[in-house]
């Protein structure tokens, strides 16, 4: 029986597995160029299906502020315990901790949240190999699109976080001064959270402002720190006060649509 047990675990692994990779392949597939009005008119079907699961899931988390960086650092990396530190006092502010889901940096800062007792959601993304969610999130979605996934990261924020990552990280962050710059989303504070890390980007930041390429006020509300608390000063400041979102109440979940509040 145990044998038996065990071979039908690793059956369904390989098989979810192999799911994975044939839905990464279909993608990769999709972007080469045009196909057929039915294969495309599926993908649209497939996206439209994970933004109303991310919809409903995410309806009631509350008040996020999302925390970008690296899935490498371990636990007993410094970046992994300042983020954890981060997580602990951006709960205690009384903010949701959303995150991509995964280790390092992101299960860092939803740990820090736990810790103080406060709400923790992750995005996970669905890879070929595999990225397993943090165990420290109080629930989670998993999304086989990246741009699904980083819509309702922003969706859901009042202030973004960003700790030593590398590509993924830094699409993310300048993502966000993207949406900010051209007024997709309002003016959200944006920290970045270890100067010896950041100071050469910064730098790049203030070429382009020689250059005319990006105005100074782009970067108005940008924070470069090494300080936890000075960042936490500066979401209440630009986030808490200025949204009014300890005031804000979360939604309460629909009887007739057979709603739940996954945080409760």
Same mark, same amino acid.
């Given at each position: 029986m145990h044998r038996n047990q065990i071979n039908n675990e690793k059956t369904n692994t390989r098989s979810k597995n192999k799911n994975q990779f044939m839905s990464f392949i279909q993608d990769r597939i999709f972007?080469?160029?045009?196909?057929?009005?039915?294969?495309?008119?599926?993908?649209?079907?497939?996206?439209?299906?994970?933004?109303?699961?991310?919809?409903?899931?995410?309806?009631?988390?509350?008040?996020?502020? %999302?925390?970008? +960086?690296?899935?490498?650092?371990?636990? $007993?990396?410094?970046?992994?315990?300042?983020?954890?530190?981060?997580?602990?006092?951006?709960?205690?502010?009384?903010?949701? !901790?959303? %995150?991509?889901?995964?280790?390092?940096?992101?299960?860092?800062?939803? *740990?820090?949240? /736990?810790?103080?007792?406060? *709400?923790?959601? +992750?995005? $996970?993304?669905?890879?070929?190999?595999? =990225? /397993? &969610?943090? #165990?420290?999130?109080?629930?989670?979605?998993?999304?086989?699109?990246?741009?699904?996934?980083?819509?309702?990261?922003?969706?859901?924020?009042?202030?973004? !976080?960003?700790? #030593?990552?590398?590509?993924? %990280?830094? @699409?993310?962050?300048?993502?966000?001064?993207?949406?900010? =710059?051209?007024? /997709?989303?309002?003016?959200?504070? !944006?920290?970045?959270?270890?100067?010896?890390?950041?100071? #050469?980007?910064?730098?790049?930041?203030?070429?382009?402002?020689?250059?005319?390429?990006?105005?100074?006020?782009?970067?108005?509300?940008?924070?470069?720190?090494?300080?936890?608390?000075?960042?936490?000063?500066?979401? =209440?400041? &630009?986030?808490? @006060? /200025?949204?009014?979102? @300890?005031?804000?109440?979360?939604?309460?979940?629909?009887?007739?649509?057979?709603? =739940? $509040?996954?945080?409760?």
């Amino acid at each position: 029986m145990h044998r038996n047990q065990i071979n039908n675990e690793k059956t369904n692994t390989r098989s979810k597995n192999k799911n994975q990779f044939m839905s990464f392949i279909q993608d990769r597939i999709f972007i080469e160029g045009p196909h057929s009005r039915l294969q495309e008119l599926w993908f649209i079907i497939r996206v439209m299906t994970e933004f109303l699961k991310g919809f409903r899931k995410l309806h009631f988390v509350g008040p996020c502020v %999302t925390v970008f +960086g690296s899935a490498r650092f371990d636990e $007993n990396h410094h970046y992994y315990k300042l983020a954890r530190y981060l997580g602990n006092k951006l709960a205690k502010l009384g903010l949701t !901790v959303i %995150t991509g889901g995964g280790p390092g940096i992101m299960e860092a800062a939803n *740990r820090g949240a /736990k810790d103080a007792g406060g *709400r923790s959601v +992750g995005c $996970n993304i669905s890879l070929p190999i595999e =990225q /397993k &969610h943090n #165990p420290y999130l109080d629930f989670f979605v998993t999304f086989d699109y990246f741009f699904v996934r980083k819509v309702l990261l922003f969706k859901y924020s009042y202030a973004f !976080v960003v700790l #030593p990552g590398g590509v993924g %990280t830094m @699409d993310e962050f300048f993502e966000a001064i993207t949406l900010i =710059q051209t007024k /997709k989303i309002l003016s959200f504070p !944006v920290v970045l959270i270890g100067k010896e890390y950041f100071e #050469p980007l910064m730098g790049f930041l203030k070429i382009m402002i020689e250059e005319g390429t990006i105005n100074a006020n782009d970067l108005e509300l940008m924070l470069l720190t090494d300080s936890v608390e000075e960042a936490i000063s500066h979401l =209440q400041k &630009h986030a808490v @006060d /200025k949204f009014s979102l @300890d005031l804000r109440k979360i939604p309460t979940p629909s009887k007739l649509l057979g709603e =739940q $509040n996954p945080m409760s």
